[in-house]
C-alpha cells in the first residue's frame, strides 16, 4: 500500500539512524544491530525472506559479526561499516547488460560479505560504492559506466570493454594529483548520487565530483556529460561545505552555516529554486541558494526530490511529488521547499534519507 504522508513502522525501537535504498530500508539501532525491510529479489535485505510469509514487509534483524556504525543503500545493494572499521556488502550490481554481481561476477550476495577493513566512511549510489579509508584515500567498486568510479578509463568502464566485470567489482583506489599549494591529497568526507561520486580534500574543503554530468550535477560542462576524472567544483572551491547529497540528475550542497544550494535538472521542481529559476529549460550549472532555507542541519536526495532538515528539527521538501515521497499527501510536484507536518508536526526529525521511490525518516 502507498502512502503519501509520514507513517510509523511499527516494531522498530532505538533506532538511532536509517538509509533508503532504491526499494529497501535499512535502519540500525542503539546497541548497533541491522535491520532491514523492502525489496528482497536480489539480496538487498540481507536476509534470506519469502515474500508469501510477509518476512520482507516486516523489519528483520541481518546477521553481523559485530555492532554497526554506518549504513548506505543503492538499488539492489546494501553496505555496513562497523564500530571497526569492517566494511560489509550484500546484494547486486547492475549495469546496462543487467546483472553484475557483487563481489563475483554473475553472482548476488544473500547475506553480508566482508569486503574491506580500515574504513571510516561509506557511500552507495544506484550500482556502486565509495568507501574512505582512514588515511584518506578514495576507493571505489560497481557500475562504472557512467563515470562513477573515477578509477577506471573510459575503455574499460562496461563489460563489453577490454577487461571483465571482475576488475570492476574489485575494490581500486582513486588517484588525485597532489593540488597545487597542498601537502596531501587525502580526503576526509565521501558522497554519492546515483551515478556521481564526491570527495571533500581534507586540507582546503575543495569538493571534487565525477560521473554522470548531463544535467550539469557536477557543474559547467566542457563538452563531455561524462567525468572520468575528478573534477574540481569550482563554485565551492574555498569553502567548506558540511554535506553533499546527489539525486539521479542533481546535487544538493549544504553550507557550513546552514544555506542549501542546488544545480543540476530543474524537471518536476527538484532544484527547489522556483519554477521560473533558472529560466527556460536551461538547468543550474553552479550552485544556487534554495529560498527559505537556513540553519540546515541534514539535506538528502531521492531519485527526483529533495529534502532538508531545519535548526528546529522540521522537515522541508519539494520536487516529484508523483511517488508519494514528498510527504504532502498529494502527488503535486513542488518547486520550493515545504515544510511536512502531519505525524511530524509535533516531532523533531533527526535523519532523513531519500531512496527511488520512497523516503525514511528518523524522528524523535
Known amino acids: 500500500m502507498e502512502k503519501s504522508r509520514p507513517a510509523l513502522v511499527p516494531n522498530l525501537d532505538n533506532v538511532v539512524d536509517v538509509v533508503a535504498g532504491g526499494m529497501h530500508t535499512l535502519c540500525v539501532t542503539v546497541d548497533g544491530k541491522v535491520w532491514s525491510f523492502g525489496c528482497n529479489d536480489e539480496g538487498a535485505l540481507g536476509r ?118 571482475t576488475y570492476l567489482l574489485e575494490p581500486g583506489t582513486v588517484r588525485l594529483q597532489r593540488p597545487k599549494g597542498c601537502k596531501s591529497s587525502a580526503f576526509d568526507r565521501i558522497w554519492t548520487g546515483a551515478y556521481t561520486t564526491y570527495a571533500r580534500l581534507q586540507e582546503t574543503g575543495a569538493i571534487y565530483g565525477f560521473g554522470l554530468n548531463n544535467y550539469h550535477q557536477l557543474g559547467p560542462s566542457k563538452g563531455d556529460t561524462i567525468l572520468h576524472m575528478p573534477e574540481l567544483l569550482d563554485s565551492c572551491a574555498g569553502r567548506r561545505r558540511k554535506a553533499v547529497s546527489g539525486g539521479q540528475h542533481h546535487t544538493l550542497l549544504l553550507s557550513k552555516e546552514g544555506s542549501v544550494f542546488s544545480m543540476g535538472r530543474k524537471e518536476y521542481g527538484r532544484l527547489g529554486l522556483g519554477a521560473a529559476n533558472p529560466p527556460g529549460n536551461n538547468d543550474q550549472e553552479t550552485p544556487g541558494q534554495v529560498p527559505g532555507l537556513s540553519n540546515c542541519t541534514e539535506i538528502s536526495c531521492g531519485e527526483a526530490v529533495s529534502f532538508a532538515v531545519d535548526g528546529e528539527g522540521r522537515l522541508h521538501s519539494w520536487g516529484f511529488g508523483t511517488n508519494g515521497q514528498l510527504g504532502r499527501g498529494n502527488d503535486e510536484d513542488s518547486f520550493e521547499p515545504t515544510a511536512v507536518a502531519g505525524r511530524l508536526a509535533d516531532r523533531k526529525v533527526l535523519v532523513v534519507s531519500g531512496g527511488a521511490q520512497h523516503t525514511v525518516i528518523l524522528a524523535s
Open 48 to 165: 534470506q525472506t519469502s515474500s508469501l510469509d510477509g518476512a520482507e514487509t516486516t523489519p528483520g534483524l541481518v546477521e553481523l559479526p559485530e555492532p554497526v556504525a554506518k549504513l548506505s543503500a543503492g538499488d539492489s545493494h546494501s553496505a555496513a561499516l562497523t564500530v571497526t572499521g569492517r566494511a560489509f556488502m550484500w546484494g547486486n550490481f547492475r549495469d546496462s547488460s543487467g546483472q553484475m554481481g557483487l563481489i563475483v561476477e554473475g553472482q548476488s550476495e544473500k547475506e553480508p560479505k566482508l569486503v574491506a577493513t580500515g574504513i571510516v566512511e561509506i557511500a552507495s549510489g544506484s550500482d556502486h560504492v565509495a568507501m574512505l579509508t582512514a588515511d584518506g584515500n578514495l576507493v571505489t567498486r560497481g557500475c562504472a559506466e557512467q563515470g562513477q568510479l573515477v578509477r577506471v578509463a573510459r575503455m574499460f568502464a562496461s563489460r563489453g570493454g577490454r577487461r571483465s566485470s
